[in-house]
């Protein structure tokens, strides 16, 4: 008994240990926005706003939100109605080649962003054509993708194909058997597959380093090039801003299927 008591608080030990390692970092970029002097140090001196605010005047910060979130829900646009077209296709449909096809989509989850981004953009230049804004789009298309096939295909599932049958037996086409019976299942995929698209495109970095032209910087090669001048308490503002971005996504997303799931059970 006491062997397996000790057990148990090892495994907790370590688990308190592993949180503390992976977001220990975490909590200390968010205590030192607040931190009134321009170099980080604890224990604080006071808490204060300064570095928020001048993030809300810096030009070149202000520029690469804005290119972040148009990035952002292109890529979650373009990739959440191609995943959901490919996974329907991959779900119900058989043709030749089918798991081929689903190999290919699912193969760039499988590469490292450094490999799949050099090969990318090598393969562009072989083509002449330059880095540019719609390149970054597609690279971003490509890291995506996958991901929405994945849980929209995994949801499809788990909808019997005798629903969109039995619709289309009383009368119904293709289309609005899906529009009509299959979409308003799907939507949870459909909500969560966009909203992983978006959190991956507005986090990436690796991969955006070789696709971005010159002139135009996401949030995350940003915050790079500041650490590459100067360790300013202003990175840590944009971070912190960058993690509650990241949550906010997800459990905004989580209130809205609750909020649903609410309505349709009353």
Do not use: C
């Not at 808490?47 to 979650?76: F, K, N, P």
């Not at 991901?147 to 949801?155: D, G, I, K």
């Amino acid at each position: 008994m006491s062997a397996r008591l000790s057990g148990w608080a090892a495994i907790r030990a370590v688990t308190v240990l592993t949180y503390a390692f992976l977001f220990g970092p975490v909590l200390v970029v968010i205590l030192l926005s607040f931190n009134p002097l321009e170099f980080g140090s604890f224990p604080l001196k006071g808490l204060t706003l300064r570095w928020y605010a001048q993030l809300v005047r810096d030009g070149q910060i202000a520029d690469a939100v804005e290119t972040s979130l148009l990035l952002g829900s292109a890529t979650a646009l373009i990739s959440t109605a191609g995943g959901v077209a490919a996974a329907l296709a991959l779900a119900r449909y058989s043709f030749p080649g089918k798991h081929v096809v689903s190999t290919l989509l699912t193969l760039p989850i499988l590469l490292p962003q450094v490999v799949l981004g050099v090969a990318v953009l090598l393969f562009l230049r072989s083509l002449g054509m330059p880095t540019s804004f719609g390149l970054l789009l597609l690279g971003h298309i490509v890291l995506t993708l996958p991901v929405v096939v994945l849980v929209a295909q995994s949801r499809l599932y788990a909808i019997p194909a005798a629903y969109e049958e039995a619709a289309m037996s009383l009368g119904a086409n293709r289309w609005h058997a899906f529009k009509d019976v299959t979409l308003p299942l799907l939507a949870p995929a459909v909500l969560a597959g966009g909203l992983f698209a978006f959190t991956i495109s507005f986090d990436d970095i690796t991969a955006t380093l070789f696709w971005k032209p010159t002139g135009i910087e996401t949030v995350p090669t940003e915050i790079l090039a500041m650490l590459r001048l100067a360790m300013s308490q202003e990175i840590n503002a944009l971070g912190t801003a960058m993690i509650l971005v990241t949550l906010a996504v997800p459990l905004t997303a989580i209130a809205i299927l609750h909020l649903v799931g609410r309505r349709r059970r009353l």
